[in-house]
């Protein structure tokens, strides 16, 4: 590993000391029944036989438990056992090792020697086809591309209910350096060896551990240290983190109060992941490089560092921090581009909740615990993310911001509650809050509204009044839905109170009506309606039978390889290819299709050609040329033979690309239509939605000629 190069300092801005947050820690905790373990620990990394070995030296002060568990992974082997100088057999469980104090002296700090060895060998998908669940499964691995140990993967003692304070030495071959939270106290190498030092204060939670072959780079974002930890020596992505970094923290400290780690470092991972653990990030190499990651994702993982990290999950009660983190990133991001992005990023997580989210499939946002697939990203991201906007809305901005920076100021490193949030908000809004929350977190599914009966009347000259009807399905939700009614020379807007079946209005305009919409901007969460849905690549991700047609009398063992790898990446454990000519009437009416070429069903080809004008040498797509050899379309539209499935056909391009293609896909579920050049996307877009059961349009009236 190089030493890590500085940069100049940038603004500077005050922060939470490491001090500060120890301090605050201990005198939130003097009257809880938490006891102290400090750890001197050392461990040693072998990266070829994957295995670690670790000594740690653990001084409990004030413990009262007679059976003590320790956080090591059941599999790992523990070679000696010292309490206060006396070796000791620990007791092993199902879910780890105890160590029995009942005989202990408990007026005097208690000392603890563990020395231990282990193998991590879970299977890191370098280059996985799908990345529906982020994490692939993996807890521990230790191998010569690096290291990834995460706090559940048991690799050090952790004493669970104690508040630790930890002193970690990291030996590993020459050039591999670690990263874990807290803060480094430097890397030296040295006979072969590179040992990385870091202390952690309290409050320390489980934690993970990264290592490999760093090139480090070093600077600070106001009083807050920052560094890259990057796989290759690259200055200029290393600039443009470090850059981001630091703008992202100045934006939130002015919203949330003060930084609340000693750092924040972004580590490059060996394969795809997008982890944030307290005071950094952990990244894959082939993510880190996307140009929107720093756009979008570091933001997101930075503001970890206030809800998720800073202010913790209590697990027994759901996780509230995925959305809350999306709102304050994804969506404070759109929005402080122009008030259309906030709206468009709103209307896509409404469209990915009618896509993803089957009713029969749905749960309580309360229930949401962590992210495995896309039905539970829709839920526990996008859904959640909605519910904040909509108190958000409901509370007012100078509300919502008190409420957040209350919850820091009285939350911050403990659990929290869905309850501890709403009476933060309570508090900063002085109103009880109790049906929003019991309405949003305990019921499954979301309204599904409509207007009905839109008369107009004239009231004066150039003054009309537009009556109606808004309309929900049972279950019926409490909702406040805005009502924008457009004229010819003036725009009105009303809020409609709901709780039953249905709510009438009354609205009036100068000028003659022309539109009337409700909900136009996207603040209230609800189904969608079928019609206001484009299809789109997610919908492919649903759980119907999918049938892979090759038009061609033989099928390829390229085209068999693509047709594995998309359905793969979509998420589908079976998937059957098939010759068109050999499929029955059933088969293609009862499948979703994915057609790798011209379809020969007269049915099938009109629905393709009602989307693009095929050439001899390539085809249209919105008025643009591409061409048969170069350029790859896949595009996704309703099966014109069934109602409840999902046509799509992956089109001209080399076929040598298009595996490669097919991993791409799903990357971009939000989409109806994408074209590559070669294997890079080059265009990407949705097929236009024709009507909305919240939409009343005027027929223009007609133009007089002379």
Same mark, same amino acid.
């Given at each position: 590993?190089?030493?890590?190069?500085?940069?100049?300092?940038?603004?500077?801005?005050?922060?939470?000391?490491?001090?500060?947050?120890?301090?605050?820690?201990?005198?939130?905790?003097?009257?809880?029944?938490?006891?102290?373990?400090?750890?001197?620990?050392?461990?040693?990394?072998?990266?070829?036989?994957?295995?670690?070995?670790?000594?740690?030296?653990?001084?409990?002060?004030?413990?009262?438990?007679?059976?003590?568990?320790?956080?090591?992974?059941?599999?790992?082997?523990?070679?000696?056992?010292?309490?206060?100088?006396?070796?000791?057999?620990?007791?092993?469980?199902?879910?780890?090792?105890?160590?029995?104090?009942?005989?202990?002296?408990?007026?005097?700090?208690?000392?603890?020697?563990?020395?231990?060895?282990?193998?991590?060998?879970?299977?890191?998908?370098?280059?996985?086809?799908?990345?529906?669940?982020?994490?692939?499964?993996?807890?521990?691995?230790?191998?010569?591309?690096?290291?990834?140990?995460?706090?559940?993967?048991?690799?050090?003692?952790?004493?669970?209910?104690?508040?630790?304070?930890?002193?970690?030495?990291?030996?590993?071959?020459?050039?591999?350096?670690?990263?874990?939270?807290?803060?480094?106290?430097?890397?030296?190498?040295?006979?072969?060896?590179?040992?990385?030092?870091?202390?952690?204060?309290?409050?320390?939670?489980?934690?993970?551990?990264?290592?490999?072959?760093?090139?480090?780079?070093?600077?600070?974002?106001?009083?807050?240290?920052?560094?890259?930890?990057?796989?290759?020596?690259?200055?200029?992505?290393?600039?443009?983190?470090?850059?981001?970094?630091?703008?992202?923290?100045?934006?939130?400290?002015?919203?949330?109060?003060?930084?609340?780690?000693?750092?924040?470092?972004?580590?490059?991972?060996?394969?795809?992941?997008?982890?944030?653990?307290?005071?950094?990030?952990?990244?894959?190499?082939?993510?880190?490089?996307?140009?929107?990651?720093?756009?979008?994702?570091?933001?997101?993982?930075?503001?970890?560092?206030?809800?998720?990290?800073?202010?913790?999950?209590?697990?027994? /009660?759901?996780?509230?921090? !995925? +959305? &809350?983190?999306?709102? *304050? $990133?994804?969506? =404070?991001? @759109? #929005?402080?581009?122009?008030?259309?992005?906030?709206?468009?990023?709103?209307?896509?997580?409404?469209?990915?909740?009618?896509?993803?989210?089957?009713?029969?499939?749905?749960?309580?946002?309360?229930?949401?615990?962590?992210?495995?697939?896309?039905?539970?990203?829709?839920?526990?991201?996008?859904?959640?993310?909605?519910?904040?906007?909509?108190?958000?809305?409901?509370?007012? /901005?100078?509300?919502?911001? !008190? +409420? &957040?920076?209350?919850? *820091? $100021?009285?939350? =911050?490193? @403990? #659990?929290?509650?869905?309850?501890?949030?709403?009476?933060?908000?309570?508090?900063?809004?002085?109103?009880?809050?109790?049906?929003?929350?019991?309405?949003?977190?305990?019921?499954?599914?979301?309204?599904?509204?409509?207007?009905?009966?839109?008369?107009?009347?004239?009231?004066?000259?150039?003054?009309?009044?537009?009556?109606?009807?808004?309309?929900?399905?049972?279950?019926?939700?409490?909702?406040?839905?805005?009502?924008?009614?457009?004229?010819?020379?003036?725009?009105?807007?009303?809020?409609?109170?709901?709780?039953?079946?249905?709510?009438?209005?009354?609205?009036?305009?100068?000028?003659?009506?022309?539109?009337?919409?409700?909900?136009?901007?996207?603040?209230?969460?609800?189904?969608?309606?079928?019609?206001?849905?484009?299809?789109?690549?997610?919908?492919?991700?649903?759980?119907?039978?999918?049938?892979?047609?090759?038009?061609?009398?033989?099928?390829?063992?390229?085209?068999?390889?693509?047709?594995?790898?998309?359905?793969?990446?979509?998420?589908?454990?079976?998937?059957?290819?098939?010759?068109?000519?050999?499929?029955?009437?059933?088969?293609?009416?009862?499948?979703?299709?994915?057609?790798?070429?011209?379809?020969?069903?007269?049915?099938?080809?009109?629905?393709?050609?009602?989307?693009?004008?095929?050439?001899?040498?390539?085809?249209?797509?919105?008025?643009?040329?591409?061409?048969?050899?170069?350029?790859?379309?896949?595009?996704?539209?309703?099966?014109?033979?069934?109602?409840?499935?999902?046509?799509?056909?992956?089109?001209?391009?080399?076929?040598?690309?298009?595996?490669?293609?097919?991993?791409?896909?799903?990357?971009?579920?939000?989409?109806?239509?994408?074209?590559?050049?070669?294997?890079?996307?080059?265009?990407?877009?949705?097929?236009?939605?024709?009507?909305?059961?919240?939409?009343?349009?005027?027929?223009?009236?007609?133009?007089?000629?002379?």
């Amino acid at each position: 590993m190089t030493s890590p190069r500085p940069r100049k300092n940038l603004n500077r801005r005050k922060h939470l000391t490491g001090f500060a947050t120890v301090w605050l820690w201990l005198a939130m905790s003097a009257s809880s029944l938490a006891f102290q373990a400090s750890h001197d620990l050392a461990v040693t990394l072998d990266p070829d036989t994957a295995s670690l070995s670790g000594t740690d030296r653990i001084r409990l002060i004030d413990c009262a438990k007679d059976i003590l568990p320790i956080g090591l992974n059941p599999r790992i082997r523990i070679q000696s056992l010292q309490v206060n100088g006396v070796p000791q057999v620990a007791i092993p469980t199902g879910t780890g090792p105890t160590i029995d104090l009942s005989a202990t002296d408990r007026k005097a700090p208690i000392e603890l020697i563990i020395r231990y060895e282990g193998r991590f060998q879970d299977e890191a998908p370098v280059q996985p086809v799908n990345t529906d669940n982020p994490g692939y499964g993996v807890n521990g691995t230790i191998s010569p591309l690096g290291t990834l140990l995460l706090g559940g993967a048991g690799w050090y003692p952790a004493i669970a209910g104690a508040v630790e304070t930890l002193q970690i030495r990291v030996e590993a071959p020459e050039g591999v350096s670690a990263v874990t939270a807290g803060r480094s106290r430097g890397v030296a190498t040295m006979d072969g060896k590179t040992v990385s030092r870091w202390q952690i204060d309290p409050p320390a939670e489980r934690l993970a551990l990264s290592a490999g072959r760093y090139v480090v780079t070093a600077s600070n974002a106001g009083d807050v240290p920052t560094a890259t930890y990057f796989l290759s020596d690259d200055q200029r992505l290393a600039d443009t983190y470090l850059q981001a970094t630091t703008d992202y923290i100045a934006l939130y400290e002015d919203q949330f109060g003060p930084y609340p780690f000693p750092k924040f470092a972004i580590v490059e991972n060996f394969f795809p992941t997008g982890y944030g653990f307290p005071s950094y990030t952990l990244i894959g190499s082939r993510v880190l490089r996307l140009p929107f990651i720093v756009r979008t994702s570091l933001g997101h993982e930075i503001a970890h560092c206030w809800w998720g990290n800073g202010v913790r999950i209590d697990p027994s /009660d759901g996780n509230w921090s !995925e +959305g &809350l983190t999306s709102y *304050v $990133a994804e969506h =404070l991001y @759109q #929005e402080m581009a122009s008030p259309e992005a906030g709206r468009e990023h709103r209307q896509q997580l409404l469209r990915n909740y009618a896509t993803l989210v089957a009713p029969q499939e749905d749960f309580p946002l309360r229930r949401f615990s962590h992210r495995y697939n896309p039905l539970t990203k829709v839920i526990g991201y996008d859904k959640c993310a909605m519910v904040f906007h909509m108190l958000h809305q409901m509370v007012g /901005d100078r509300a919502f911001q !008190e +409420g &957040l920076r209350h919850l *820091v $100021a009285t939350r =911050l490193h @403990q #659990e929290t509650n869905w309850k501890d949030l709403q009476t933060a908000f309570e508090y900063a809004c002085g109103s009880d809050l109790t049906w929003f929350f019991q309405q949003w977190l305990d019921r499954p599914g979301a309204p599904r509204l409509w207007l009905e009966a839109i008369q107009t009347s004239v009231v004066s000259p150039n003054t009309y009044r537009v009556s109606g009807v808004l309309r929900q399905s049972p279950p019926f939700f409490r909702l406040q839905v805005p009502l924008t009614l457009s004229s010819t020379t003036s725009e009105a807007v009303v809020n409609v109170a709901i709780d039953g079946r249905s709510a009438p209005f009354q609205i009036t305009v100068r000028g003659e009506p022309t539109r009337l919409a409700a909900d136009p901007e996207a603040h209230v969460f609800r189904r969608l309606a079928p019609e206001e849905i484009p299809a789109s690549i997610n919908a492919l991700k649903q759980k119907a039978p999918l049938l892979i047609v090759v038009p061609s009398d033989r099928i390829t063992p390229s085209q068999q390889q693509t047709a594995a790898t998309l359905a793969h990446a979509l998420g589908r454990s079976a998937m059957v290819i098939q010759r068109e000519k050999d499929l029955t009437p059933d088969q293609m009416a009862t499948h979703d299709l994915v057609i790798m070429g011209i379809p020969a069903h007269p049915l099938l080809k009109r629905a393709l050609l009602g989307k693009i004008t095929l050439r001899p040498e390539g085809f249209d797509l919105n008025g643009h040329a591409y061409n048969a050899v170069r350029d790859c379309f896949f595009g996704v539209w309703p099966h014109p033979l069934s109602r409840d499935r999902m046509m799509a056909v992956l089109l001209y391009g080399s076929e040598n690309h298009q595996e490669t293609i097919a991993r791409k896909i799903p990357h971009y579920g939000r989409y109806s239509y994408l074209v590559f050049m070669d294997t890079t996307n080059q265009v990407k877009g949705n097929w236009p939605t024709t009507a909305s059961p919240l939409v009343h349009v005027w027929p223009a009236a007609p133009v007089e000629t002379p």
